[in-house]
């Protein structure tokens, strides 16, 4: 008997809205610890984040396949402090350590889909760039992004 291959379930990037945000918001402060756990440059806590969510200040986006969360992008219009032109700054974006993936999750798609996604969102708000900040030069780079700054600190 012939079985056909099944379709693999689409990716849904669905906004969170902040009525909504209990139900995933163990799934986007875990994603928030483990960012701050890597980054030790990171000044925010997760609940100033979940706190611009909720206030409405920013946006999250849950990336999912059928019912399993694979991450999520929380992000928010930024003007530029001179010019005004308006950015769409990613503040966060995290998916699900490599250990809980599953063959059919595909996470390297659902970042790809994730990033055309934010692209959309920018040219809909009007956006000139996206713009974020990471320590990961490779991640950057490997989505068509290039580093326009570098930021120094001192040692002490």
Request: aromatic fraction near 12%; glycine fraction near 8%; charged fraction near 25%.
């Amino acid at each position: 008997m012939n079985q056909s291959p099944q379709t693999p379930t689409q990716v849904q990037i669905q906004t969170n809205p902040p009525s909504n945000l209990h139900e995933y918001a163990a799934f986007i402060e875990r994603g928030l610890s483990d960012i701050r756990r890597k980054v030790s440059a990171i000044d925010w806590m997760p609940f100033d984040v979940l706190g611009a969510i909720r206030g409405g200040q920013a946006e999250c986006v849950i990336v999912s396949r059928g019912t399993k969360a694979l991450g999520f992008v929380v992000w928010y219009r930024q003007a530029r402090p001179w010019s005004g032109k308006l950015d769409l700054f990613v503040w966060a974006a995290w998916a699900i350590p490599l250990r809980e993936r599953e063959a059919g999750d595909n996470v390297s798609e659902a970042v790809l889909l994730t990033v055309q996604w934010l692209k959309e969102q920018k040219r809909l708000i009007g956006a000139n760039k996206i713009v974020f900040i990471s320590s990961r030069k490779g991640f950057a780079r490997r989505f068509g992004f290039k580093p326009v700054l570098m930021t120094f600190w001192d040692r002490e």
